[in-house]
């Protein structure tokens, strides 16, 4: 894990962040904790790619097993309504 401590950050500036981040994800440590992660703008867009081919994928098995209705706002909140 990369670590690097706040009081480094105030010191130096974001600038002691970049030695590590080519190393992954960086962990700014306060109070003896791990409080804050920076990653690289390069993983944040993969992050976010993965997270949305996840959530595509949750979607089409949804719709596959049936989990999915169909209709309107109107009439989804009154079949809620219904059930509970």
């Not at 401590?5 to 600038?15: H, L, P, V, Y």
């Not at 409080?35 to 089409?60: C, F, G, P, T, W």
């Not at 706002?73 to 059930?83: A, H, N, Y």
């Amino acid at each position: 894990m990369n670590a690097l401590a706040s009081a480094e950050i105030k010191r130096r500036g974001i600038a002691a962040v970049d030695p590590f981040l080519g190393n992954g994800p960086v962990h700014i440590i306060k109070n003896n904790l791990p409080n804050y992660v920076v990653i690289s703008e390069k993983d944040y867009q993969q992050l976010i790619s993965d997270l949305a081919e996840a959530r595509l994928a949750a979607s089409e098995a949804d719709i596959k097993a049936g989990r999915v209705r169909k209709g309107t706002l109107k009439k989804l909140m009154s079949e809620i309504d219904k059930e509970g």
